[in-house]
């Protein structure tokens, strides 16, 4: 696999000056990834709210799939 031009550097650098400079980079000693699980209302919530509103593509604003017409006089 080939090298890096920032690898071929430091150890152009390391053979020359005898100076290792990926020593001085600072090392993160703990996770700086925010890992946070749902909570239990949270998967219910998800849950039921999971399928709903797939059917409208934007054809009724109210949010009503079906309308009951209620003809009088027919």
């Known amino acids: 696999m080939a090298k890096s031009h920032a690898k071929k550097k430091r150890l152009h650098q390391l053979r020359t000056t005898g100076k290792d400079v990926s020593s001085l980079r600072n090392d993160i000693e703990f996770s700086t990834h925010v890992r946070k699980t749902k909570t239990k209302k949270e998967k219910l919530h998800h849950l039921h709210n999971k399928h709903k509103k797939h059917f409208q593509q934007g054809l009724y ?12 006089g027919i």
Not at 61 to 72: E, L, Q, R
């Open 61 to 72: 604003p109210d949010g009503n799939a079906f309308y009951y017409v209620h003809a009088v």
